[in-house]
């Protein structure tokens, strides 16, 4: 896909979540990588559900924006986290699903061998402690998890879930 693609992509996803509930107002954020060191961002403080292609940014590796008028989403470094340590991945949505949130909330692992999707998709559900969303604290809160699962509970906040594709994420 090229970048027009990708952006109309992160929309679309972005919609499916906001009308699945996963995400409301301003809340949650998706990213894609666009090469070795770009990544293609949601902008700060827009609700995922009216999103458009043209307010999508796109950022390095460090953060920094390199095309786009918006600001990144605040937890972008959260996203860069999990690029820098695995190159396999392509895409990162975090959400507020409200199922993930309760058990993120409560810090309490999603029981395996309850349903047969969640174990074979995801595996072992992590839990990172908590830390202020946003942060490189709340960033550096998943690395000892990122390589060991493809969805990772943020105590207190939410799931950040990530794959090959915005679709697998």
């Known amino acids: 896909m090229n970048e027009i ?4 992509q992160v929309c ?3 919609q499916r979540l ?3 509930n996963f995400v409301a107002a301003h809340e949650g954020n998706l990213s ?6 770009e990544i293609l961002c949601t902008p700060t403080l827009r609700c995922k559900g009216d999103l458009d292609p043209d307010e999508l940014c796109v950022v390095n590796l460090d953060g920094q ?3 786009g008028a918006t600001k990144p989403t605040s937890e972008i ?5 999990v690029y820098r340590h695995r190159p396999d991945v392509n895409a990162v949505v975090h959400s507020h699903a409200p199922h993930a949130t309760a058990f993120a909330v409560a810090r309490e692992p999603v029981p395996n061998c309850v ?18 969303p946003g942060s490189q604290q709340f960033a550096d809160s998943i690395t000892p998890f990122v390589n060991q699962t493809n ?6 906040h939410g799931v950040v879930t990530y794959g090959k594709s915005l679709e697998e994420a």
């Open 5 to 8: 693609d990708e952006r109309d």
């Open 12 to 14: 679309k996803i972005g």
């Open 18 to 20: 906001y009308q699945k």
């Open 32 to 37: 894609i990588r666009l090469s070795e060191n």
């Open 65 to 67: 924006v390199v095309r």
């Open 77 to 81: 470094k959260l996203h860069l986290a």
């Open 115 to 132: 349903l047969a999707e969640p174990d074979l998709f995801l595996g072992e559900i992590a839990i990172a402690p908590y830390a202020t």
């Open 151 to 156: 969805a990772i509970l943020l105590a207190n």
